[in-house]
């Protein structure tokens, strides 16, 4: 089993910058991928930004240019640092935990936590 902790998110003002923390623990050691998605009220969820083990990232255009995603493998925790915020950035943000090990395949999400932008 894996847990993951989520911080960081929040009521902000739309130019505004918040960054957000999942920690991971338990069975696995080290994660191929942790990722940030999101799902705004009405609509499906999404990818925001994922980094992989080996430094691969990949970005919804929304964000590009204004999200960065971090990741320390030694502490098996991803970040995502949000500048420029803009009220349709509101929504509930997930972490994603994924990959797979010599026996199975994992795919693990925090709790969500909440982002809103004020214009």
């Known amino acids: 089993q894996v847990q993951l902790v989520e911080s960081g998110g929040g009521l902000v003002q739309a130019g505004g910058s918040l960054r957000l923390s999942c920690a991971a623990s338990?069975?696995?050691?080290?994660?191929?991928?942790m990722g940030w998605y999101r799902q705004a009220p009405g609509k499906q969820r999404e990818l925001v930004a994922d980094k992989t083990k080996g430094g691969d990232t990949a970005y919804a255009d929304s964000v590009k240019g204004r999200f960065t995603i971090s990741r320390d493998n030694a502490k098996n925790t991803v970040y995502l640092q949000m500048n420029s915020l803009k009220p349709e950035d509101t929504a509930v943000y997930y972490c994603?935990?994924?990959?797979?090990?010599?026996?199975?395949?994992?795919?693990?999400w925090g709790q969500g936590t909440q982002v809103t932008v004020s214009s």
């Open positions: 994603r935990v994924s990959g797979t090990t010599t026996t199975f395949t994992y795919n693990y």
């Open positions: 338990g069975s696995i050691r080290s994660f191929n991928a």
